[in-house]
């Protein structure tokens, strides 16, 4: 776990798994460049927590392709070279088929799309541009449990995740003979400040219990699976997924 020399580039970084995943990152040595969409101020709070140094935020919304590629050659100019990247930026959003209308459910799910599949994809070309050039590099995506379950009220949600680990996979088995190395981190429910009005209200505990262990995940856990996953040693592993869900959710 030894990540000294190495350029990491989080997306979404600045609150709850993805600065969990760059406080962890920075500790073992890492510099870390976090990308922010709007949330400035949280950004540099992550940023000011981390040891070491040097470390970057950048601004870029993941849905916009000029915005992704402008944030890869930012990373690689500032740093020199772009080791691992994290794609963490993602959304969910509520869309039961029976209750929205036509309208709503065509937008949610361009949303949803651009910004969980189609934005880690296009954050994995600009890089692996790169990479092959080098000749090596790490990427690991943070996936759901949903993809595999599904998500009655969040289908657009499960299929973009179920996508994500399908590139993954299929880059997973290109990439190998360039050195770059493709995984996967697959948690369930994750205690952070976007979730603790969920985990405060009525359905806390049933969600709680949904894991023997009788309670979430912490992001700490989330961000040891992606460390685990980006350290060397583990090229064997590429298109792996790693469950992160507290056996909530059991697959075979």
């Given at each position: 776990?030894?990540?000294?020399?190495?350029?990491?580039l989080?997306?979404?970084?600045?609150?709850?798994?993805?600065?969990?995943?760059?406080?962890?990152?920075?500790?073992?040595?890492?510099?870390v460049?976090?990308?922010?969409?709007?949330?400035?101020?949280?950004?540099?709070?992550?940023?000011?927590?981390?040891?070491?140094?040097?470390?970057?935020?950048?601004?870029?919304?993941?849905?916009?392709?000029?915005?992704?590629?402008?944030?890869?050659?930012?990373?690689?100019?500032k740093f020199?070279?772009l080791?691992?990247?994290?794609?963490?930026?993602?959304?969910?959003?509520?869309?039961?088929?029976?209750?929205?209308?036509?309208?709503?459910?065509?937008?949610?799910?361009?949303?949803?799309?651009e910004?969980n599949?189609i934005?880690?994809?296009?954050?994995?070309?600009?890089?692996i541009?790169?990479?092959?050039?080098?000749?090596?590099?790490?990427?690991?995506?943070i996936?759901?449990?949903?993809?595999f379950r599904?998500?009655?009220?969040c289908?657009?949600?499960?299929?973009?995740?179920?996508?994500?680990?399908?590139?993954?996979?299929?880059?997973?088995?290109?990439?190998?003979?360039?050195?770059?190395f493709?995984?996967?981190?697959?948690?369930?429910?994750?205690?952070?400040?976007?979730?603790?009005?969920?985990?405060?209200?009525?359905?806390?505990?049933e969600?709680r219990?949904?894991?023997?262990?009788?309670?979430?995940?912490?992001?700490?856990e989330?961000?040891?699976?992606?460390?685990?996953?980006?350290?060397?040693?583990?090229?064997?592993?590429?298109?792996?997924?790693?469950?992160?869900?507290?056996?909530?959710?059991?697959?075979?």
């Open positions: 776990m030894d990540f000294s020399g190495k350029h990491i989080i997306t979404g970084g600045s609150r709850g798994i993805g600065k969990a995943i760059a406080k962890a990152f920075a500790k073992h040595g890492a510099c460049a976090i990308s922010y969409n709007t949330n400035l101020q949280a950004a540099h709070e992550t940023i000011d927590s981390l040891l070491g140094g040097p470390h970057l935020v950048i601004q870029a919304d993941v849905s916009q392709p000029d915005s992704v590629k402008q944030l890869i050659d930012t990373v690689i100019s020199g070279k080791d691992i990247v994290v794609n963490n930026a993602g959304i969910i959003n509520d869309l039961r088929i029976d209750k929205v209308d036509y309208a709503t459910w065509q937008r949610s799910w361009k949303e949803i799309l910004i599949l934005g880690p994809a296009n954050i994995s070309y600009c890089a541009q790169h990479m092959m050039k080098k000749n090596g590099g790490k990427i690991v995506n996936s759901s449990r949903g993809a599904g998500e009655p009220d289908p657009a949600y499960g299929a973009s995740k179920a996508g994500l680990n399908a590139m993954s996979q299929s880059l997973a088995q290109k990439l190998a003979k360039h050195n770059i493709i995984g996967v981190v697959a948690p369930g429910f994750v205690e952070t400040d976007m979730t603790s009005e969920t985990l405060s209200g009525p359905n806390g505990d969600i219990n949904q894991s023997p262990i009788g309670r979430v995940a912490r992001p700490e989330v961000a040891q699976a992606v460390l685990f996953l980006a350290a060397e040693g583990s090229e064997y592993m590429t298109g792996a997924i790693i469950d992160v869900n507290g056996a909530s959710y059991l697959r075979s």
